[in-house]
């Protein structure tokens, strides 16, 4: 068995209990399980088995034992090996150290050298242009001494095409030399002499920078131009022709694709410039200096000039200028990203004041101006096709138009509509030219023009010529109809206020104008619809109490012969009015002013209808008549959808629910409810209608 188990046998990896006893078990011949048993028939001998164990448990020591010794050994051949490596380490580090200090040594050494060399190449340096600027002012002074004595010298460097940009130097540096020379009359010559030599090199120099320009050569135009940096009337004029060159000639091109087309060519003469210029940002300033003062202003003045002063052509003036700004500034923007001499504002600046300047000084007042009168235009048209005019001119009465409701004819959503589409155009224009104090001030103009003419003339008229038409003693309710137009048009006003007008307002004192202005209006169109709605609801409880007085016969509540009860003609009549002033209402008016308007005509119908029965005498037979009655009265009050109506009116048939008790039962029913909650005197005045009233001799249960 010893031979048979190893240490193999017992790693961690591979080892479970149940395998090593079954492997035991198996391999012992003793135990009379496994394969190598030698009696198949003997019984199992778990003691064989346990000292198998034992003997597996010995060995396992005895290999503990063994590898713990070679542990040991192999940890006190690592101490060593640290040791020898710790001191070989510190070796190491005190000959890198030693090492470090030697290349210190040797870069101060080389610092110190280097410091020396370039102190000796300036002193070199220094000595070479010393003599340098020797042997040039000898050279100098050998020119200046033959313009002393000619006046055009026959030097080779003058007289030698080929040598020109030497020459244009040396005489630049002669006229220098010249400028420093004594102001006496012995040197006026030679003076005058250099200085036509400077001007005939320079115009020299100037025709063939324009040779080359047209020809195209670049690399000799930036030869010329850089020879001519020196002469600045030179270097100026060569600038002017070059712009002068590139600028588009006349016609230029079509109006639609000019801005384009001036782009482009930015984009073209830049890539130009940055080849041949030194100073390619001072050239690309004038360039775009020059476009816009000389083609864009004149193309600009001939699209608008003619249109400004125009009144019938104000509208597309306005749409043209803010078109041509628009694309201006667009173009100004794309021009920017070049590299310019001028900061950030100019070319705003540029736009502003040189090409639109005489159009923006008196665009606010052409805003205006073209407003009001596009606003007149339109109000003018719907009052001739509605076939009225103002209320100071007189109302009249209208045929109302196919497919449009009666208030339509008085007030138009359209009207509306389409003077609030020309001031928000306004505002888009304005906010695109003017700056936030004149926005400020012109967005405060159009509002007051947008409440004069909507608010104070439209509304105001409508409603004055609406409550003229309607009838006093039986109101449509057209009044009604036009208030609830007006309310629907002043939400569009108002959004224009809030969404329009005050974000373009940056300046308190204005916004505050604003605001006072819209309450006036307000105010004033409010008092106007109150007083207007209160005649209305006047004249509709009137008309009520009209029907109910002529359509309410004497012997309605008092039948000579009963039959089936119904309502009588006057209910019936005043039910349908009724219903249909409260679905005209509900048309026009929403929230509280509904609920308010409804409550105030149910209660002053609750008043007449109260009084009208208080005239007449009711029978038994009518009781149940007028009963029926007041059950039509309540369900058209159920449409006000007002509980505390509802209350009144079922208090109200409750009362005349008196009319059909018997008289031996009323004292028992007055004294129950709901009859206990109510005046007495009420009761009594009610009681005295019963045509039983005297025979039954109710009076002294009900005397007052």
Known sequence: MAHSLGLKDFEPDSFTLEKYVEKLAQLNPHTGLGPLSKSKSKPFEPKVLLKSFDQSIRILRELAERNQHRVEKLEHVCDKQEKEHGARIRELEATYQEAFNEF????????????????????????????????????????????????????????????????????????????????SAKYDSVRRNISDKYAEIEQQLVDEFIE????????????????????????????????????????????????????????????????????PDIVMTKFVQAILERVL??????????????????????????????????????????????????????????????????????????????????????????????????????ALSPGRGPEETYISQEVCTSILYEAKGAIRRAEALLSDRELSELAREIYFAVLNMLCRDHFHNALDVALSADPKSAPTGLFCLVVGSVNANMHLVEKLFREVIMPCINYPPVATSCVDKKREVISKLEGKIQAGIERTITGMVGCVKQTLSSHQKKLDYRPENPGVAECTQACTTSVVYIAECVRVLRTSLDGKNLEVVLLEFGVRLHRVIYEHVQLFTISEGGAMIIICDMNEYRKVIKEFKNSFLDELFENMQALCNIFIVKPENLIQVCSEEPYVSFDRAVLANLVQLRGDYKTAKLAKHFST
Do not use: W
Request: proline share 4%; hydrophobic share 35%; aromatic share 8%.
């Open 297 to 398: 202003q004149r193309h600009i003045d001939g699209e608008i000039g003619h249109l400004s002063q125009n009144e019938a052509a104000r509208e597309k003036y306005l749409q043209r200028l803010f078109d041509l700004y628009g694309k201006t500034m667009q173009l100004q923007t794309k021009l920017s990203k070049y590299e310019m001499s001028i900061d950030s504002t100019f070319l705003s600046k540029l736009t502003r004041i040189t090409l639109f300047s005489k159009y923006l000084s008196g665009y606010a007042d052409a805003e205006t101006v073209h407003l009001k009168a596009k606003g007149a235009h339109v109000l003018r048209d719907f009052y001739e096709q509605a076939g009225t005019g103002k209320k100071s001119s007189g109302p009249s009465r209208m």
């Open 104 to 183: 210190q040594v040797l870069e101060d050494r080389i610092t110190y050298v280097a410091t020396k060399v370039v102190h000796l190449g300036d002193q070199l340096e220094g000595s070479n242009n010393r003599r340098m600027r020797a042997i040039e002012t000898q050279n100098l002074m050998k020119y200046l001494g033959e313009f002393q004595h000619k006046a055009k010298p026959l030097l080779p460097v003058f007289t030698d095409p080929a040598r020109k940009l030497e020459a244009a130097d040396l005489v630049f540096k002669l006229s220098t030399l010249a400028v420093e020379l004594p102001s």
């Open 212 to 279: 080359a320009h047209r020809s195209l050569d670049v690399k000799r135009m930036k030869q010329y131009a850089g020879a001519l940096q020196p002469f600045p009337y030179g270097s100026a004029q060569v600038v002017e022709n070059y712009i002068h060159h590139n600028l588009p000639p006349q016609p230029f091109m079509s109006s639609d694709d000019m801005f384009i087309q001036v782009e482009k060519l930015c984009k073209k003469v830049h890539d130009q410039m940055v080849e041949i210029f030194d100073n």
